[in-house]
């Protein structure tokens, strides 16, 4: 029965430790049995709390067995990035800087998953503080997808994807800049959901663009999804960017999973045209589907959307070059000491650590973001970006006006192979295309599978986007048109998944 757990939903996990048919402990050690299994080759996690995950699942136990009155996924464990604070476990970020530190605090994202008692297995893998499209820039090593080894589980929480697809866990906190959940999760066939800005805590969460910075739930399933969004969001004090609001019932629009009667509209700008024709293809076949169960299809044009692009890469490295100027090396992390220098000076120390502790990419986003904030350039680079951001908030605003929810494949394409886009930024930036609006303008996002491509056979993904605060109104949609996936394919797309454990690394 070990094996078979690992591969339940979390909503039957939650049934399961509920009825006592298995204890949390099972649970916890089946998936970190899973673990011990096929890591080796997936390389999802930087780190693996065995003891402290079996501690808190045999706590779970001890409240059950006393009566206590627990939280529904009480005893269901889950992943966390590594970009999230948790106190006496490593948090590094994917970057060398951070080598080694742990964190005294928890981020209030960790602080409510431990309230609800879902043991934390271990700190996923990410692209170096959240920059990148393919995990490779992480300092520790890239993760792989469990669909093609040789392939990018998407990025920068490839390690919170690969994790889920490849059964190590049944959920996974990711964080969402500019794609980081969507575009993982549309290439690993699984399903994620960036939030509306400010509906879960940034507290915590090692800041990257504090402006577009936004954690997340990572799952297999949109029920699934919704149950762990409603057990991280909600008002926090100690965020001042949260919003005093109710949180929507995410996990009664995912039960209702009814389209009858909405709009949705497919954006122009974001489908067609430089997308892969197995991924368009997919989209297409999803939009039917959703006809199929009673809505209505528009189209919505947003021509804005085609500086998202541009004005995203200069906001996030902008904000990127201010966050890491608190990596200096003279209160925690890396310290390196300047090469043939007898008696250094702060600055110089200062020098030598940031150089090697941060990768090139990094380096490469607090260069151009040092540029655009400089005199003489502000104004005509970030500011000018800024005013774009403005012009695509208008565009949704416009679009919602005509539609309930908005429609585009996730990404261009499918997981491309491991070292193909590394010498190429601009191609690696460009896979980000479809994700980056609702960045910029703070409205939530949900990708899930939309099927296989023809050409390569990889998961493909299809985006929901909803109104800020509407969050409900992704599971809604997203649950009906999984429904109709399901009942078209006759068994969820991981199934269709290699076998990691007959697969190797070559």
Known sequence: MTTDLTRRSAAEMASLLSTREVSAVELTQAHLDRTD??????????????????????????????GDDLHPLAGVPIAVKDILTTKGLPTTCGSRILEGWVPPYDATVVTR????????????????????????????????????????????????????????????????????????????GTVGTKPTYGSVSRYGLVALASSLDQAGPCARTVLDTALLHAVIAGHDQLDSTSIDAPVPAVVEAALRA???????????????????????????????????????????????????????YL????????????????????????????????????????????????????????????????????????????????????????????LSPTAPTTAFRLGEKLDDPMAMYRGDVATIPANLAGVPGMSLPSGLSDEDGLPTGIQILAPATQDDRLYAVGAALEAALLERWGAPLLTRAPDLSQGAVT
């Not at 389209?259 to 076949?285: H, K, N, P």
């Not at 655009?372 to 350039?377: E, F, H, K, N, W």
């Open 37 to 66: 299994a096929v890591d080796a080759l997936v390389h999802s996690y930087l780190h693996v709390d065995h003891e402290g995950a079996l501690a808190q699942a045999r706590a779970v136990d001890q409240r059950r067995a006393a």
């Open 113 to 188: 998953l431990r309230e609800a008692g879902m043991p934390i297995l271990g700190k996923t893998n990410l692209d170096e503080f959240a920059m990148g499209s393919s995990t490779e820039h992480s300092a520790y090593g890239p993760s792989r997808n469990p669909w093609d080894l040789e392939r990018i589980p998407g990025g920068s929480g490839g390690g919170s994807s690969s994790v889920i697809a490849s059964f190590q866990a049944p959920l996974a906190i990711g964080t969402d800049t500019g794609g980081s959940i969507r575009q993982p999760a549309a290439v690993t």
């Open 258 to 312: 009814d389209v009858s009667g909405m709009t949705v509209g497919v954006i122009r700008q974001l489908t067609g045209e430089g997308y892969q024709a197995g991924v368009q293809t997919r989209f297409d076949e999803a939009v039917a589907l959703l006809v199929e169960r009673g809505a209505k299809v528009v189209e919505v044009d947003c021509p804005n959307f085609d500086y998202a692009l541009a004005a995203y």
């Open 315 to 406: 906001i996030l490295p902008s904000e990127a070059s201010s966050n890491l100027a608190k990596f200096d090396a003279m209160r925690y992390g890396l310290r390196v000491p300047p090469a043939e220098v007898d008696d250094p000076s702060a600055e110089q120390v200062m020098a030598a650590s940031r150089d090697a502790g941060f990768g090139d990419e990094v380096k490469r986003r607090i260069i151009l973001g040092t540029y655009a904030l400089s005199s003489g350039y502000y104004d005509a680079y970030y500011g000018q970006a800024q005013k774009v951001r403005r012009l695509i908030a208008d565009d949704f605003s416009r679009a919602f006006a005509s539609a309930d929810v908005l």
